[in-house]
């Protein structure tokens, strides 16, 4: 590593400790507090810690961790300890280069591969495997949200702990197959468990991160996502959402496999309810410059809970009022999968989806036998996505109340907000669309379309969708009638802070 330049003495202080720089080094003395997380009242417990950070930060930053220091107190014998470490320079810091203005992309690239390279090879067990269940995730949830409990009405907008603790543990409720299979597939290993911007040193030799968890072995058993999101939720606190981005994309890229969005979203709102939870902290012991800090990270970690919900829309109503149309255009703008009815009921009878199947009013492929079963395998395929993450966007008529009330026992079941579009338009309109399409599954004609009006039952839950304009704008009212039913955003004005 090259030589630091000369620096002047300086004191830096967290919620758990104390650094002191001189010359080329700095010492981190543990405080004597129990965190509730954390207990370091005793000299033997600092002692431990102080060894067990050394050995675990050398994984990252070997050339960094130097080893511990006793103090000794007045009778000559040890009272504490400290972590001994070369001092970087804090022009390197990777929050001091964003600050600057400086293209951070090299070193970010580099710190993903990095830290890719880590949880290829980490340390894996059953016990590490045990916290990346539902389970775990779970008790870490309203860990989080205790800690943050007394400080609710003062620096935390009740409203928006209630809705994060609503969106984050449905989440995990019905995310139980997909955490599974990352379990399974050996994504949760001992990785740093605290990847901070203010922690990563950008020298001229690659990255280096410090700090990395050591009081919690659980806490360091992760999936390496959760890991990822650590650094990217910090680097949306710290105003840069797209380097954030980015780098997510990059560890995806050095890691292979799926990626999930939707669990991208979910460990970054994790990881800022985590660390609203310290920065309350911070403020309990008098820096009261912490409240924005409160108040911004707990909206970071709403926002992207939003955009990790799992959605069920339903997309319905009559042969030829464009539906499918504005399915698939709901499909492509919200990264979502698309299953629809007629490709069902075709693949079910071995046919083509372009295949001709029509016959008369519920016989053949649409008597009433074939199309409950067509919706039950729509929704059955819908559970599936659902419960990994996925949105899904189920294009069928949805004339019935029976099969409307199975697809809201899905999305219950599986964590999911469900979305009911109704469209509609003229019945001169249909009736054209239908007289002029070619190469569709539908196999819907303008008769068959009347006798289901007929029956269509009364759907007052779902939205309105008109489609008799461009398909650009029936889709544009949809994506607005998703988003309203998933945003519940409390408007009332946030809770002014109070000193402690």
């Known amino acids: 590593m090259a030589e630091i330049p000369q620096q002047p003495a300086a004191v830096a202080e967290t919620h758990s400790g104390v650094v002191f720089f001189t010359g080329d080094r700095a010492y981190k003395l543990k405080k004597p507090l129990d965190l509730g997380f954390v207990d370091f009242r005793t000299p033997e417990s600092r002692r431990h810690a102080c060894h067990r950070e050394v050995e675990l930060n050398r994984q990252f930053a070997r050339d960094v961790y130097l080893g511990v220091a006793e103090v000794h107190g007045p009778d000559g014998r040890p009272c504490d300890w400290l972590v001994v470490m ?5 022009d390197r810091r990777l929050s001091a280069l964003l600050a600057a203005g400086e ?3 090299g070193p970010l690239r580099a710190l993903a591969r990095m830290l890719a390279a880590h949880h290829a090879t980490a340390r894996r067990s ?4 045990a916290q990346g269940s539902p389970a775990a995730l779970r008790t870490r949830w309203t860990d989080n949200l205790a800690g943050l409990e007394p400080f609710r009405g003062t620096i935390a907008d009740p409203v928006v702990l209630d809705e994060i603790a609503d969106r984050a543990l449905r ?5 139980g197959d997909l955490l599974a299979d990352r379990v399974a597939s050996g994504r949760v290993r001992d990785g ?3 990847l901070l911007a203010d922690d990563v040193f950008c020298l001229d030799d690659g990255p280096r991160a410090l700090d990395c968890l050591e009081f919690d072995d659980a806490l360091r058993a992760v999936d390496g996502v959760d890991d990822a999101a650590c650094l990217a939720m910090d680097l949306e606190r710290l105003g840069a959402p797209a380097a954030a981005a980015r780098f997510l994309g990059w560890f995806a890229e050095f890691t292979g496999g799926p990626r999930v969005t939707s669990l991208e979203h979910h460990y970054v709102a994790y990881r800022a309810v985590m660390r609203a939870k310290v920065a309350s902290l911070r403020w309990q012991q008098g820096d009261t410059g912490r409240a924005a800090d409160v108040t911004r990270l707990l909206g970071i970690g709403l926002t992207h809970l939003r955009a990790a919900e799992a959605r069920l829309i339903l997309v319905g109503g ?3 009022v ?3 149309t ?7 703008a919200l990264g979502a999968v698309l299953l629809r009815s007629d490709r069902m009921r075709k693949e079910a009878a071995g046919l083509a989806p372009e295949a001709d199947g029509r016959a008369p009013w519920r016989t053949g492929l649409y008597e009433p036998g074939r199309t409950s079963s067509a919706y039950d395998a729509l929704l059955h395929r819908a559970v599936d996505a659902l419960r990994r993450g996925e949105s899904v966007v189920l294009d069928a008529s949805w004339a019935g109340a029976v099969q409307r009330d199975a697809a809201r026992v899905v999305a219950s079941r599986a964590g999911a907000t469900l979305v009911e579009l109704h469209c509609v338009a003229p019945a001169a309109v249909a009736a054209e669309r239908i007289a002029h399409r070619s190469g569709d599954p539908s196999d819907a004609t303008p008769e068959i379309a009347a006798r289901l009006a007929a029956e269509f039952a009364p759907w007052p839950e779902a939205s309105v969708v008109h489609t008799d304009r461009t398909p650009a704008d029936a889709i544009a009212a949809a994506l607005h009638r998703v988003g309203r039913t998933v945003d519940r955003r409390d408007q009332r004005p946030p809770v002014t802070a109070q000193r402690p």
Do not use: C, E, F, N
């Not at 059953?126 to 495997?129: G, H, R, S, W």
């Not at 989440?171 to 995310?175: E, F, L, S």
């Not at 504005?326 to 492509?332: H, I, P």
């Open 103 to 105: 293209d951070g992309d």
């Open 192 to 194: 740093h468990g605290d």
């Open 86 to 90: 070369r001092r970087m320079p804090t």
């Open 171 to 175: 989440y995990v409720d019905g995310r």
């Open 318 to 320: 009559l042969p030829g």
């Open 126 to 129: 059953a016990v590490i495997d």
């Open 322 to 324: 464009g539906k499918s």
């Open 326 to 332: 504005v399915a698939g255009g709901l499909a492509d």
